[in-house]
């Protein structure tokens, strides 16, 4: 079993509507939660973090964190074209020190 | 600059040769990441160091990997005798914090490292 797991998709989103992925992780020791969105050929790039169980918005983007179930989810609303790239979730465990897990990645196509 | 950079951006290297990457931190980031990204999958950590100090190489596929960050700023991830299964993508990230912090990291644009 894979430390962070994540369905590739590809995930189709009509534009407009809201896009969810999702994302499970297997330590429980597990802390603190990332999502980066790639664009093909480019760099991670931070979208959103989470620490405490529950929803945090920013924008257009909610994170939302179940450390009893170990999941964290990512809801896109509005769902726009320029959303369309893999999105990567990202978990930090203490005892693992600083360094970051990644899951696989979930490729999102958003279609006008 | 704002950002963290990362040179060359493209390296095509012929079965072993050694390589150079360089990355250049975010300044007054203390830590710094390495990461290797095959295609289609997500990074996958290879180094850490807290100012200079290399606190875990734990990723570091085998000894052909050597990295280093002298003073405690820039670093280079050296790749001895490269292989084909070298090629990916090597990312750097940098973080303002130290070990255990709830800080976030910020990649580089990457090099991509052609084998063959």
């Known amino acids: 079993q894979k430390e962070v797991e994540q369905n590739s998709g590809p995930l189709s989103v009509p534009e407009g509507a809201i896009a969810s992925l999702n994302c499970t992780y297997s330590d429980r020791g597990s802390q603190s939660f990332f999502w980066y969105r790639q664009y093909s050929g480019k760099s991670p790039e931070l979208i959103m973090f989470i620490y405490s169980n529950g929803d945090k918005e920013d924008g257009r983007f909610t994170a939302q964190l179940n450390k009893a179930s170990q999941y964290v989810s990512l809801l896109i609303r509005d769902s726009q074209p320029s959303d369309s790239a893999t999105y990567l979730c990202?978990?930090?465990?203490?005892?693992?020190?600083?360094?970051?897990?990644f899951g696989g990645g979930t490729r999102v196509l958003v279609k006008p | 600059g704002a950002g963290v950079s990362q040179s060359p951006r493209y390296k095509v290297a012929k079965r072993g040769q050694d390589v150079a990457l360089r990355c250049d931190p975010i300044s007054g980031h203390v830590s710094l990441f390495w990461y290797q990204q095959a295609l289609g999958q997500g990074p996958e950590f290879l180094t850490y160091?807290?100012?200079?100090?290399?606190?875990?190489k734990s990723g570091l596929p085998s000894d052909r990997f050597f990295a280093e960050r002298p003073e405690g700023s820039v670093s280079t991830l050296k790749i001895q005798r490269t292989q084909q299964e070298d090629s990916a993508v090597y990312l750097c990230?940098?973080?303002?914090?130290?070990?255990?912090?709830?800080?976030?990291?910020?990649f580089g644009p990457g090099t991509r490292l052609t084998v063959t």
């Open positions: 990202a978990v930090k465990r203490k005892a693992a020190g600083n360094k970051l897990t």
């Open positions: 990230a940098s973080s303002f914090g130290l070990a255990g912090g709830p800080y976030e990291q910020y």
């Open positions: 160091f807290q100012n200079e100090a290399q606190l875990d």
